[in-house]
């Protein structure tokens, strides 16, 4: 069995450090003995390193590390990995956090599954309901396994392996500037500066590295005010597994295993359009477009170019339709070194607006609709008031 350690992030957030310990207090534990690790930045107050000190870990042994001067968010973070000279693997927790009571099988499985794996470059606890490019909801294709494999790394709960998070302190150390790059999403190239998360996001899509990411979430995350979070946030918010799952189904990492890159985007589709990933952009989600000028391009967009297959856009999830050879309008496979004309619309108007306001409620639904409306009306003042 691998020797695993519990490593939580505090800097100013006192309750929010008391909950997700709370949480990991009620967690189910076969070993005898978990190392926990509270390690707080430098902040304006006391009262954190005064509770971390008082807390009872009675899993094990506890150890509270308390930095004299200020780290900020992304050398804190990542003056974790130090920990992976002493534990096979460490798991990385932010105050903002509650696990699942649950989250430790999930843990010892996929540590055992992957740690040898050379693809993969992290395990996440956490499990996306929502594509944080477009805020938009976010559902994966399902194989029967307990989990699949994306091109993102993860802070909301994750894993680090010691031999892939060596990999990845090598690679860091050389590409410590991070300009504009037409190869990442937009919104990864726009992340501040304090973010350790947009250099191992871009590091899994440079090399083609995976983190594992549960269909059942093991962790949610409140984002509350701090470093990157003005104001709380609840989109992100998502449920937590209720019950043991003891013998997981964890996939092999191959040609058949359900992979989304960066943006995604299922890459299964390539093989399915019989193209390579060099010379076609996949682009359902409308985040991507194409900004590396590949010859073909597939996209809900309705674009001036050669349409060479056209799909529906009735199933969920969307990929499904091109997957499946769903026949109709609304997605659209282009050459684009052929110019024409603009194709046929998804349909008529009656037919568009009935679609329009089937997914926005379904989008608020999952939102919540007390969320929608709060969220809805503090953008509203801060753009019109």
Aim: hydrophobic share 35%.
């Amino acid at each position: 069995m691998k020797s695993i350690a519990l490593v939580v992030i505090a800097y100013n957030r006192k309750d929010s450090l008391h909950r997700l310990l709370q949480s990991l207090d009620n967690a189910i534990y076969d070993e005898v003995s978990i190392p926990l690790y509270i390690s707080i930045d430098k902040s304006n107050t006391d009262e954190v390193e005064r509770f971390a000190d008082d807390h009872s870990w009675r899993h094990g042994k506890k150890t509270v590390v308390k930095h004299e001067r200020n780290l900020g968010l992304r050398a804190h973070v990542l003056e974790q990995g130090r920990l992976l000279d002493e534990y096979d693997a460490i798991v990385i927790l932010e105050d903002d956090l509650v696990v699942s009571p649950y989250f430790w099988t999930y843990t010892q499985q996929t540590v055992e599954k992957y740690f040898s794996c050379d693809n993969v470059a992290g395990i996440s606890l956490y499990s996306f309901a929502v594509n944080y490019h477009l805020r938009s909801p976010f559902i994966p294709l399902h194989d029967g396994h307990d989990a699949y494999f994306m091109n993102c790394a993860m802070s909301w709960g994750q894993v680090w392996m010691k031999r892939q998070w060596k990999e990845f302190e090598q690679w860091y150390k050389q590409h410590l500037d991070f300009p504009y790059m037409p190869t990442l999403p937009k919104s990864i190239c726009s992340w501040s500066e304090k973010s350790w998360l947009k250099y191992h996001t871009r590091y899994c899509i440079e090399t083609n590295k995976f983190f594992v990411f549960p269909y059942v979430s093991y962790t949610t995350n409140f984002s509350e005010p701090g470093t990157h979070i003005r104001k709380t946030d609840t989109i992100f918010q998502v449920p937590i597994l209720a019950g043991d799952m003891k013998n997981l189904r964890l996939p092999d990492i191959d040609d058949n295993s359900i992979k989304y890159d960066g943006w995604f985007e299922n890459k299964a589709l390539y093989d399915c359009l019989r193209l390579n990933e060099s010379e076609c952009c996949l682009d359902l989600n409308s985040t991507n477009g194409n900004t590396m000028n590949k010859r073909y391009w597939l996209t809900t967009r309705r674009l001036p170019y050669k349409v060479l297959a056209n799909f529906g856009y009735t199933r969920r999830p969307i990929e499904t339709n091109v997957l499946e050879g769903c026949q109709g309008l609304g997605i659209y496979l282009y050459d684009t070194t052929v110019k024409s004309h603009y194709p046929q619309n998804l349909g008529n108007p009656s037919y568009l607006a009935t679609h329009f306001i089937q997914n926005s409620f379904l989008f608020i639904r999952d939102y919540g609709f007390r969320n929608f409306f709060n969220d809805f009306i503090q953008l509203f003042k801060a753009k019109y008031l």
